[in-house]
């Protein structure tokens, strides 16, 4: 039920016209997606990045930025838990990788841009987190 949830939530975010692509669900819902570690995430990625394809960028490009996040945070997974204590840490390292990722790609970052990737992605990663307690507890 939450992915179908999340998938809603990232076309509604894709649909709004921001002057800067700032992926507030999209990037905590890949993140979470890795640390669940599912056969079906790798599918909902790339779904993803179809749904993020709509907007401007072509599905490559999508599937190709998906795929580095999906690997940096495999990386990342297996030295930080996906844990509420481990939050501030996650949402840096993912405001550094999108933030550097767009900045290069568009050349404009700001102090602002970063402080609302920083708190929107913190919200997020923190509803994930809730949600999945009993699901980490279990393992």
Do not use: W
Not at 116 to 123: A, N, P, Q, R
């Amino acid at each position: 039920m939450i992915d179908i949830f999340s998938l809603i939530l990232i076309f509604l975010e894709n649909s709004l016209a921001l002057d800067y692509p700032y992926n507030f669900i999209a990037i905590p819902y890949i993140t979470y997606l890795v640390y669940k570690k599912n056969v079906d995430s790798i599918f909902l990625i790339l779904l993803v990045a179809f749904i993020i394809s709509f907007q401007s960028v072509s599905f490559m490009t999508a599937a190709m930025a998906g795929t580095i996040f999906y690997l940096l945070f495999h990386m990342v997974s297996k030295i930080i838990a996906f844990e509420k204590y481990n939050l501030p840490f996650i949402v840096v390292i993912q405001t550094l990788i999108y933030g550097s990722m767009v900045y290069l790609k568009t050349g404009y970052f700001t102090f602002v841009i970063l402080i609302k990737l920083m708190i929107s992605y913190g919200v997020f990663n923190y509803l994930y987190m809730k949600k999945d307690d009993k699901f980490f507890g279990s393992m």
